[in-house]
């Protein structure tokens, strides 16, 4: 009898790590919608053609009304448009520097009117889809931190990794530094989520992780000929793993810039931990 029991004990528990991984993944995709659905209409308009308007003009369009229908449902509220919206102002200065004729990291081969310096706007909401995530992820998981290092120290991190963006093109590239230094802040913080209980993974593997998937969307969006680097415009090739440092940097920015909605409950957590 001992041994029939562990069975069904060891089955319920199956069932009910099962049950949770599902329940996990349907709050990551609900929380991942804005982007979800922009990647989906980006592989749509590659495979078909919309008559009128350019297929970039389409997409920018299409992303300001999936916003607009998040905020009418109350799925965002202001102050997180607000953030995102902050996140999409900076991402399309980044990207006007690095689409330039001298820098020339990545382009977009085909044409828009609604641009700017060369650079479509629906460029700064691939951008705000990682903001959206994180911040429809922090209510949706109810997430809450322990260890979280002290704010100031984020702040300076996130400001060095946005300037290096750029600063790396003419002076010294301290990616690597930055990695470093982002792993000494966050080493011990830990982030509680809850599913169906409440469970907790260094905060570290979860920008990682993170980043994989951001890293996965990349390579549909170049397939799908949204932008494109130097080494994919003649044959389409994967985008290189070595991608999976500059996004897990970027997600530091996306992470900081949402925070600031939450800083006060980052830190009567901690006191309370």
């Known amino acids: 009898m001992p041994a029939v029991s562990n069975l069904v004990r060891a089955e319920n528990l199956a069932i009910r790590l099962v049950t949770e991984l599902i329940v996990f993944a349907c709050k990551q995709a609900y929380a991942s919608l804005f982007g979800g659905l922009l990647l989906a209409f980006m592989l749509f308009t590659r495979f078909v053609e919309l008559p009128l308007l350019d297929r970039y003009d389409y997409i920018f369009l299409f992303a300001i009304l999936t916003q607009i ?3 009418v449902a109350r799925l965002e509220t202001r102050r997180e448009v607000m953030v995102i919206f902050g996140f999409h102002v900076v991402a399309t200065v980044m990207e006007i520097f690095k689409t330039s004729e001298a820098i020339g990291s990545w382009n977009y081969p085909e044409h828009a009117y609604f641009a700017i310096f060369g650079v479509p706007l629906f460029a700064g909401f691939m951008y705000s889809a990682v903001g959206s995530y994180i911040a429809r992820a922090w209510k949706i998981l109810k997430l809450r931190f322990t260890d979280y290092p002290p704010l100031v120290h984020t702040y300076v991190l996130a400001g060095l990794v946005y300037l290096n963006f750029f600063t790396h093109h003419f002076v010294f590239d301290i990616r690597y530094f930055l990695v470093a230094y982002a792993v000494i802040l966050f080493r011990n913080t830990r982030v509680w989520f809850t599913v169906l209980s409440e469970r907790h993974m260094p905060l570290l593997l979860g920008f990682l992780l993170i980043s994989f998937f951001i890293w996965i969307a990349e390579n549909v969006a170049t397939f799908a000929n949204v932008w494109l680097y130097p080494s994919q415009e003649l044959l389409w090739t994967p985008v290189s793993l070595n991608k999976l440092v500059a996004w897990f940097l970027l997600m530091i920015i996306s992470f900081v810039l949402v ?13 309370a931990a």
């Open 69 to 71: 229908v998040l905020i």
């Open 259 to 271: 925070s600031l909605l939450y800083r006060r409950t980052i830190r009567t957590e901690d006191r």
